[in-house]
């Protein structure tokens, strides 16, 4: 998600989660609602969920963390998405 290529985004969306259940996609989204890293906006057909990244410095975090990551493995774990 840090590399999605838009703000608003499917459940289904993002990548590098296609071995994770659904149910455990939904769980971390969920999750990351309460820290307020993204909003849930439902259309008025209320059929599909979309995920609203914010501008929580909490994504600073993550950035930082995974580049500290990919520094010692000497390798990127994820590439930005075009």
Known sequence: MLNHPKDR?????????ENA?????????????QLGMLEVERPDDGRRIYYVRTTSR???VIAAALAAIEAEQGFPLS???S
Do not use: H, K, M, Y
């Open 9 to 17: 985004f499917f459940q289904s969306e993002p990548r590098g989660f």
């Open 21 to 33: 259940s659904t149910s455990n996609i939904r769980d971390e989204l969920a999750r990351l609602v």
């Open 58 to 60: 909490l994504w600073d």
């Open 79 to 81: 590439t930005p998405l």
